[in-house]
């Protein structure tokens, strides 16, 4: 993974001493909070609905044991015992007092770790495939490449007040797991017909109040064009991206009154400046980066203990089937904890959690660790011998649920349980449902099913996404939850379809019921999932069981 050189140290201390300065003004008066706003914003510190929250930046999702461990020293130390993962691959911290942001940045930058750019109209933390650097279906490793994007834009003086906040994500496999095509810029590498390496660039995605399916701008880019091209968009959107009113301020915005042909038009116009003056120093940074993401030294032993453990443990069998993927090394596995007990918040961990995960990276793990955009933490690289191991001190820390990729796994924004821009709580509806899928007792006979809720429309639950999404919104002093079904954010990304009206929060989980009841009606066979069956027979006879439609579903 990548470690800090003498300038991003020097860089990193600085912010913190000069923010400590801001805080002490702050607190003593000199500064006001409208003062003190953008100061604390460029440090990723925001005022939510009964504390400050601080976020913190995990870049593409990677980390490693000592930086779990300080995350757990943190949150002990400073916070209320536990920490909150994103889905932009971040963490945040809900409960920090003001007088102490500076020391917990300086334990931060103790581990070469920040919040820098995790808030404000800048180019935030740029995100990646969780199974970077593993996945057997890997191009290539998107790390590299977004460490040099990460390089490039922190602290870059004309992207530091753009019109909005701006958001990069980077996938390195043929199936989508970063989600790209919802971002401002996404970024697939792919082989051309000639086998080199490049990228796939799309712009104008998001989410939010005006969901938008990011178009492809390029179909193929040269690895060498990546800096200038993606600057280059940067700089049209600096441009063209409207400033009168932040909710058209996104660059989906701009692509959408302008036309795709028209921005790509001014992108290659800037682009054919940009590229002569890109000298090569970009490429060298590049081929210096990717020496640290090298593979780890795997080990050479027999899967034969893990073998026999399956056929012996049911409850390890359960947890394979669900929790590990495929490893381009045949001899590991990827192994994904869920951080989404049944009844639990989802993306919670507590600090022993936090320690336990670490414990596991370095002992089992070559010491790394992904966190997800899906809420989750990841141990890329444990070799299936370890496995069993691995399942037990997982179950000894509740952190063994087999459900990743069910109908529990939910993804969640903080809600009204933290959030001030939040209409209505998401938190205790995710726990709900998931709660009823351990009763209902068929979560594997689902199977892959991606439930999303969102608290208010700036979709920080990715609901626009989700094969049945949920939006929760006030109506008149009364919590109000949208359903929308068929979102997807992989490579066949799409946006959800709103069934109708509303549900109140104690009909949502007997919506949900009907939903996957049907699903389990009209499916053809076993194997076609939920999001299949929905493309195949269309929105109708789901639309028919949630409303309690007189038409009958047999006969769609």
Known sequence: MYRYNIFDRAFVRSRVAQFRQQVERRIDGSLTEEEFKPLRLMNGLYLQLHAYMLRVAIPYGTLDGRQMRQLAHIAERWDKGYGHFTTRQNVQFNWPRLKDVP???????????????????????VTADHFAGAAADEVADPRPTAELLRQWSTDHPEFAFLPRKFKIAVSGSRVDRAVTRAHDIGIRIVPNAAGEIGYEISVGGGLGRTPVIGSVIRDFLPEADLLPYVESILQVYNAIGRRDNKFKARIKIAVREHGIEAVRDRVEERFRIQRTAFL??????????????????????????????????????????TNLHPHRNPDYAIVTISLKAHGATPG?????????????????????IRISHEQNCVLPHVHRRDVPAVHAALREADLATANVGLASDIIACPGMDYCNLATARSIPIAQTIATRMKERGDERLVGDLKI???????????????????????????????????GDGTETAALGERTGRGFTADDVVPAVDRLIDTYLELRSDERETFLATYRRIGMQPFKAALYRDAVAIGGH
């Open 280 to 321: 090569g120093a970009d490429r060298e940074i590049l081929e210096d980066i990717r020496a640290m993401f090298a593979p780890p030294a795997y080990v050479q032993a027999s899967t034969e203990p893990f073998d026999a453990a399956l056929k012996r443990d049911p409850v390890l069998r359960s947890f394979a089937d």
């Open 348 to 368: 919670d961990a507590s600090a022993n959690q936090m320690r336990v995960i670490a414990d596991m990276a370095e002992r089992y793990g070559h010491d790394e």
């Open 103 to 125: 020391d917990i940045l300086e334990a931060l930058a103790d581990v070469e770790m920040h919040a820098i750019q995790t808030s404000g109209n800048c180019v935030r933390n």
């Open 452 to 486: 999303k809720i969102s608290g208010c429309v700036n979709a920080c639950g990715h609901h626009h996404v989700g094969h049945i999404g949920i939006l929760g919104l006030d109506r008149a002093g009364v919590e109000n939850y949208q359903i929308t079904l068929g």
